[in-house]
């Protein structure tokens, strides 16, 4: 599923015959064959579905080729092991940063519980699904959005009603029991040390605007429902507090003192 997103040309319409093309083209195993017409209804649908929260009617679509890193690797260096940064510290520092209305406020206390009390440090690995310039950007000033294909299936075949399973407060906690958070925490530092290094005049908290979780069996298309605060079904989209990136990147190469945190 991420290498049809990362070879659709969404400028090509109409989107599902540009869908078709890539999947024929990359489903090419014995039981993805059987499913051809189900994946290219999958990913049209998700293309189109407006993201909601923070990106509104923004669509995966709306993105041309050009203004679109697939699967962006990246290798993070943190503090050596011996300098005692933990992963709960993490934690305390979201606890700190974010306010209570905020999505990711109850996983933040648990990053900071004692489950989360070891040490992190060395270089971190990793790959970005796409990391994608939104429409309005200038090369001095982007706007990026990094996001995530979740092809997890979250409901049972016998609910009455599927995509509830997929709404905005499901998805919470589906992200916390997997710790996609974490991950999204580190793509972001990632992201901002990437822009410290190659755009250093530029605003990091203006730049990344944000991070969105496709969970792509509850997107439906524009109809896909939203919930009273404007997030959208299937999708986990979320917004960092000004100066949480550099807060987080600081953190995980700052010495901490034996005892600190616990």
């Known amino acids: 599923v ?3 997103f990362e070879h659709v ?8 015959d540009e869908v ?23 990913v049209t649908q998700t293309l189109e579905t407006p993201l909601g929260g923070p990106f509104g009617e923004l669509t995966f679509g709306s993105i041309k080729p050009e203004d679109r890193l697939s699967e962006l690797t990246f290798d993070m260096g943190l503090a050596s092991l011996a300098e005692g940064v933990k992963a709960k ?4 520092l979201l606890q700190a940063e974010l306010p209570k209305s905020d999505i990711l406020h109850d996983y933040a206390g648990m990053l900071a519980g004692r ?7 060395g270089l971190l690995t990793g790959s970005i699904d796409a990391l994608l310039r939104l429409p309005g950007s200038t090369t001095d ?19 009455p009603d599927p995509l509830r399973a997929y709404a905005p407060d499901r998805l919470v906690a589906a992200m916390a029991e997997h710790h996609y958070p ?40 524009p109809t896909t429902p939203v919930d009273e605060k404007g997030h959208r079904y299937g999708v986990f989209a979320w917004q960092a507090p000004r100066g949480l990136w550099k807060k ?15």
């Open 2 to 4: 991420h290498e049809i």
């Open 9 to 16: 040309d969404p400028t090509k319409q109409p989107l599902a």
């Open 20 to 42: 078709r093309r890539v999947v024929e083209e990359r489903a090419t195993s014995g039981r993805l064959k059987e499913r051809h017409s189900e994946l290219i209804a999958v």
């Open 89 to 92: 510290a993490i934690g305390e």
């Open 115 to 121: 489950a989360f009390d070891v040490p992190v440090g």
């Open 141 to 159: 000033k982007p706007r990026l959005l990094i996001a995530d294909y979740k092809s997890n299936k979250l409901h049972k075949n016998d609910m």
């Open 182 to 221: 974490l991950q999204a925490l580190l793509y972001g530092t990632a992201v901002y040390r990437l822009l410290r290094w190659r755009l250093p005049e530029a605003d990091p908290d203006a730049c990344i605007a944000g991070v969105a979780y496709a969970f792509i069996r509850g997107m439906q298309g």
């Open 248 to 262: 987080l990147s600081d953190l995980l190469v700052t010495p901490q003192p034996e005892g600190a945190g616990r």
